[in-house]
T-cell receptor, first 111, second 114 residues
């Protein structure tokens, strides 16, 4: 089955700096790669996703890149703000209607 | 729309007890899912359903059962609760399956088994 590794597990940045979170996956058949943000005690919320026919996607301060050959994808957050502080999860689809999630990255943005 | 509604929000069970976690959605979504999230970890799929009357196992189905008698409801049953089932349980739904439409999550049920 699919295996998704996520790094780093914690990330601390100064407000205004950029943050990068990286994920690797094992199943070359995966085609869909979403990113979720989860604030403390809240539900996960989709922030951006990318499909295998696209190498990069941007939405304001958030971007995701995908390298299918290397089987890795990354989340980039620019001009970080304190409200970006949360746990971020990457995921990849696999056989059937399944999403395999990474272990999460706790992002702390210091004002 | 209320979206995905889960009840209860919190529950403490003794070892060996059973309970049903309720999940209902009012978005007419065909696909529904149950995930568990252990402390500091990502979500793992327990069971999912592609429509009323159809259910399938996910990554971690042991110790759980589900049913899908209506489009709206997807209850998760725990029989003989064990401490290893202490977790936060999230129900989710989407219209057209993974990759074709976004997942909508409920607010979660925090379960402790002691």
């Amino acid at each position: 089955g699919e295996n998704v590794e996520q790094h780093p597990s914690t990330l601390s940045v100064q407000e205004g700096d950029s943050a990068v979170i990286k994920c690797t996956y094992s199943d070359s058949a995966s085609n869909y790669f979403p990113w979720y943000k989860q604030e403390l005690g809240k539900r996960p919320q989709l922030i951006i996703d990318i499909r295998s026919n696209v190498g990069e996607k941007k939405d304001q301060r958030i971007a995701v890149t995908l390298n299918k050959t290397a089987k890795h994808f990354s989340l980039h957050i620019t001009e970080t703000q304190p409200e970006d502080s949360a746990v971020y999860f990457c995921a990849a689809d696999n056989a059937g209607n399944m999403l395999t999630f990474g272990g999460g990255t706790r992002l702390m943005v210091k004002p | 729309n209320a979206g995905v509604t889960q009840t209860p929000k919190f529950r403490i069970l003794k070892i060996g007890q059973s309970m049903t976690l309720q999940c209902t959605q009012d978005m007419n979504h065909n696909y529904m899912y149950w995930y568990r999230q252990d402390p500091g970890m990502g979500l793992k799929l327990i069971y999912y359903s592609v429509g009323a009357g159809i259910t399938d196992k996910g990554e971690v189905p042991n110790g759980y059962n589900v049913s899908r008698s209506t489009t709206e409801d997807f209850p998760l049953r725990l029989e003989l609760a064990a401490p290893s089932q202490t977790s936060v349980y999230f129900c989710a739904s989407n219209k057209q399956g993974i990759g074709n439409s976004p997942l909508h999550f409920g607010n979660g049920t925090r379960l402790t088994v002691t």
